[in-house]
């Protein structure tokens, strides 16, 4: 194991026994580097490495601090990647959302308010076959990720919005609307939302696996 990967387990090993807790300030560099037997150079790496992924926050005269550790803001590291992903590598995300969106839509059957659903209902309304990729774009967002929230489980909900990243939706929507796909896709999307209505978990997890298959299978023959 590099020096580097060492200094950065140890720090997260401190962090899992409750050592350090959501918040704390880390030991000044000299005493945490003692403590942990490793050089000061390294454990600068490993700090850097773990401000990157938002686990650490180095505040310039301060000190270095352990973030809020919430799900949200650890998977803004997982959404740089994704968008990082070029061609046939986001059938991959595809896949991966194949897998985990209809299971949350399914949680969300039962979970949803009608707050939740008159903001679907309200998102779907104000897009048409006329509208612009970028409005698409933020619909189609907004879409996926209320009832990723109405799942009401904070880790599925950020690993969802990881993977749903303006990037990939960008490209995805562009080639649709040239393909004058948006009236099905809204389309799809009104039975999503109506079998959320009706708490109907199975039928919404179906609807939902039909939807992104059918966006993954524009993507296999588009790539």
Excluded: C
């Excluded at 704390?24 to 005493?31: C, F, T, V």
């Excluded at 070029?86 to 299971?103: H, M, N």
């Excluded at 990729?133 to 907004?142: I, K, P, R, Y």
């Amino acid at each position: 194991m590099a020096v580097t990967d060492e200094a950065i387990t140890k720090i997260k090993d401190m962090i899992i026994s409750g050592e350090l807790a959501a918040g704390d300030r880390l030991p000044p560099e000299k005493e945490l580097s003692e403590k942990l037997g490793l050089s000061r150079s390294s454990l600068r790496e490993a700090v850097k490495a773990l401000e990157i992924i938002r686990v650490l926050d180095v505040r310039r005269g301060d000190g270095t601090y352990v973030t809020s550790l919430e799900p949200k803001l650890l998977a803004e590291a997982l959404t740089f990647i994704v968008d990082l992903h070029q061609d046939k590598s986001i059938l991959e995300i595809f896949e991966v959302r194949r897998i985990l969106e209809p299971a949350a839509a399914a949680m969300a059957a039962g979970r949803i308010t009608a707050e939740q659903i008159a903001a679907l209902r309200a998102s779907v309304a104000g897009i048409s076959a006329d509208t612009g990729v970028e409005a698409l774009v933020e619909h189609d967002l907004l879409f996926h990720s209320l009832i990723a929230t109405a799942a009401n489980n904070s880790y599925l909900t950020s690993v969802l919005d990881g993977l749903n990243s303006n990037t990939v939706r960008a490209r995805v929507w562009r080639g649709i609307t040239q393909d004058a796909a948006v009236d099905r896709t809204l389309t799809e999307h009104i039975g999503i939302v109506d079998a959320l209505a009706r708490g109907d978990a199975e039928l919404a997890k179906a609807l939902l696996t039909v939807h992104i298959s059918g966006v993954e299978h524009w993507l296999r023959q588009a790539l």
